[in-house]
């Protein structure tokens, strides 16, 4: 049986960045791994920021696109079906931000996966300054993400107050009741900054296991769920890209954001990462992306959100 470890997490909380550190601490304990990344959208920008981890110990396979959730919940099986038989000790997996770890749970109790898969353990991470104001359908996906969890990694703790991170485990625990789950958190929660884990960090994250707790579900609409804008080809200048991330989240009529993220290529060997959430704008070099820039969010308004973008440059979908 090969374990699978669920990397769980709201949009922008770091999931890619931590399983890139953890990618790495199995690959040094000599592990053959394969990362399966998931992302409900027509392109997987994350899997772009995983490149370098690539090799001959470490396979990266994805899931992307699809006309509904029940078409995207196939293609996740039939991905685990192929990675099945490609002899892994351990394949992590790192579903969007949007979906009911439910949802997950069941695919890997149906035959063939129930035979070839154990669940080893659900690793859930938050962001230490997590928005207080989520919409009813968030609250609920972070309910879900972090009912299971063995473990619950806070991340940029490093910029967090210490009265951010007791508010964030407050708002934890308030989830909790919000879905009728008994859970509550306080050894779980592991925060520390990420830069100065250590093996032993590691080892009890790997160890860590998860929690079959029960909690109310909430059957999210697809004409409510969240949404995503894809823009092509953005020539904004690189020294006014923050302020006009700013503009979105700051404005209303754009819609509920969530994250802005993707890549701009600013000469013809130079390109930049952007990572945004309310909380926190990231944008930093990165050797290779694509030219893509993606708004994740709910009850998104086009028209608003490219004007404040771009003026009239006009999104795929």
Not at 192 to 215: E, H, M, P, R, T
Not at 240 to 269: A, H, S, W, Y
Request: hydrophobic residues 40%; contains cysteine.
């Amino acid at each position: 049986m090969v374990k699978i470890d669920l990397i769980t997490g709201f949009l922008g909380s770091g999931k890619t960045t931590f399983i890139k550190k953890y990618a790495k601490y199995l690959i040094d304990q000599g592990l053959n791994i394969g990362i399966l990344e998931n992302d409900f959208g027509a392109v997987n920008v994350d899997m772009m920021l995983l490149q370098d981890i690539a090799g001959e110990k470490c396979t990266l396979e994805m899931v992307a696109g699809g006309c509904d959730k029940d078409c995207h919940r196939r293609r996740f099986r039939t991905k685990l079906i192929a990675m099945g038989m490609c002899g892994y000790d351990r394949v992590l997996i790192e579903p969007s931000g949007i979906f009911d770890m439910d949802e997950f749970f069941d695919a890997l109790h149906e035959s063939p996966l129930d035979r070839w898969y154990e669940i080893g353990n659900v690793i859930t991470v938050v962001d230490a300054m997590l928005e207080e104001n989520l919409s009813e359908d968030a609250e609920f996906i972070l309910a879900s993400e972090v009912a299971n969890a063995g473990i619950i990694l806070l991340s940029k703790v490093q910029k967090a107050a210490e009265t951010d991170i007791e508010r964030t485990k407050a708002h934890l625990n308030k989830a909790m009741e919000s879905v009728h789950c008994d859970r509550r958190f306080e050894k779980e929660i592991f925060a520390k900054d990420w830069n100065k884990l250590s093996d032993a960090d590691f080892k009890k994250i790997q160890s860590a296991g998860y929690v079959g707790a029960d909690y109310e579900k909430k059957d999210i609409a697809e004409e409510d769920a969240f949404q995503s804008l894809y823009f092509m080809n953005l020539t904004v200048p690189v020294e006014k890209l923050e302020e006009k991330v700013k503009q979105i989240f700051n404005d209303k009529e754009c819609g509920n954001i969530f994250r802005i993220k993707g890549f701009m290529q600013t000469k013809p060997d130079q390109w930049i990462e952007l990572n945004a959430t309310h909380q926190n704008i990231t944008i930093q070099s990165i050797k290779k992306g694509q030219e893509i820039f993606i708004v994740i969010g709910e009850k998104l308004n086009k028209e608003k959100i490219t004007t404040n973008l771009m003026g009239t440059q006009t999104p795929l979908c």
